[in-house]
């Protein structure tokens, strides 16, 4: 096969408290192909979160190489991995993350106009976006007269627009009633039918059930790794 | 990041919030408002003086000679005494500077006094400049009449009971019109009105208008000045080429007419209008640097303020940034956008200022007597210092936000 999309070798993170070290990840080594569909599970405490900062490029490794798409990432400054963030990723998160201020079309814009996108292509292409998770009617509505499914779809849409090669999902159906939330799980499904590369950090296990692959973690170590299905 | 989705989102911030969005723009407003207001006050003075003391109070083109300064700011006893010492003019000081004078010029004489005029049917006027002048007196300060004629020189020379009324008088003494021929009463003896003068308007709130002029020989002259001194004796060039040779001979004729030795100083003061203006310009400069300095404290007091309500800012957007960072925007980005933010602030509070103090200049003007000009010099630097503070004072705040780990910045609550 080509390169991996995600190549993590012996990555390590320390958190430091005071005089205390303390170890989140103890050297996680891991590999990630394109269109690929992976649930990161494990206690709180495990150091799924920090896995899932380090792939997001949310945070740099303490020691270890991680390549996303070819590229070496763990040395790169603050400038570089926001350019990272804005090509390569689309984040969805618990608790949603949306602009208040702002309408939906706008949110979806965002990422774009970091991108340096222009205006009339923005717009385009967050209308498409937003017509791909079902809300081509809901441009103009703001994230407070929308309801929680709609706005995790406006958020997905906001991942999406940028045609990242991941979609990095934090707890995702965290704050959605269970009608909601398979909604939810069924549009990640169809993304990843469409070739997308789905990332999906979660604690329960029904919700991890949809990935083809689900990584376990305990005690900042990879406890088991299953593919399914 | 395009400037133009930078400033959108700098706007939609601002009205996102009124009431702190009100506090920013205040903060820099103010000291604006004053900024245009006072430089507006201190031109329209400084054109004011300007018009004033060349033309109403100096003359154009004339040296006044006078026996002690009419503007001296160190009042100390020692030179008031010096100028107690000095010799009075006298009118026959200004008819010897005529006889000798070589440059063409006229020569007039003036002394004032406060006193009171009576009309017909009781009606008295009280607190007027009565003054006894020279018939060249009215051509030197440039009067024009509305009514009338001046009195001649022939009629100066005999000393006969004639006046000339300011516009005030005149219309005190006779509401329904009609002084011309008539009588009034000045320091109790009658007087002829032959003149009444076209308005002149007033200087520092006094009016020029509330004035009599009588030949400097009549009863009231005679009684006032009774030894044939003056307040001040005034000799017109024939034209501006002609003034400091004027100056010159003026000095040279009143020195030997007082009779000082060369290493004698001046017994006497000499005033031209542009010496006069000078001073007040020398006041003017400090009034034009020294109340934008006022101001632009003002300004920086503002500015603090604005810093502290976007590091507030910065603060309470702490999950915002964090998003803008996980979804790409650079540390740059984020300190443009606050930037941004800063400097609309500083820009729309140096407008607001710019309107209020247009708005207080008028109002100055309207219920005071000082004028006020609008020096467009003035709007431009009060919303460029606005923009100024504003962009300065977003600089910490913007850093502070760049510099947020996305990561925490995400997490908090």
Redesign the interface.
Known sequence: MTTPLIELVEVRKDYRLGAAVVPALRGVTLRIDRNEYVAIMGPSGSGKSTLMNILGCLDTPSSGRYRLNGQDVAGLDDAALARIRNREIGFVFQSFHLLPRATARENVELPLVYAGVPRAERRRRAEEALAAVDLADRLHHRPNELSGGQRQRVAIARALVTRPSLLLADEPTGNLDSHTSAEILALFDRLHADGQTVILVTHEPDVAAHAHRILTLRDGRIESDRRCR | ??L??TLAEAW??LR?QPLRTFFLLLATAVGVTFLVAVVSLVEGMDRYVRDVFGREIYGINTVIVRRRPSIDVDNDEVRRRAYARRPRLREDDAAYVQAKLETPAVVATMFDDAAEVRGPRGRRAGNVWASGVSASYFRVQQMELAQGRFFSEAEAARGEALAVLGRDVAEALFPDGGALGARVHLDGVPYRVVGVLAPRGSLFGLSLDRAIYVPARSPFGRLRRPQGTVDAILVQAAGPEWLSAVRWEVESWMRLRHRLRPNEPNDFELETADEALAFWGRIANVLRLALPALVAISLLVGGVVILNLMLVTVVERT??IG???????????IVQQFLAEAMLVGLLGGLVGVGLGLGLAALVRAVSPLPAAVAPWSLALGVALSSAVGLASGVLPARRAAAL???EA?RYE
Request: proline share 12%; aromatic share 0%.
């Open positions: 990041m395009p133009g989705a939609r911030a996102a999950q915002e998003l803008r960072k996980a979804l790409g925007a650079t540390p740059r980005a780990a996305p990561v995400l």
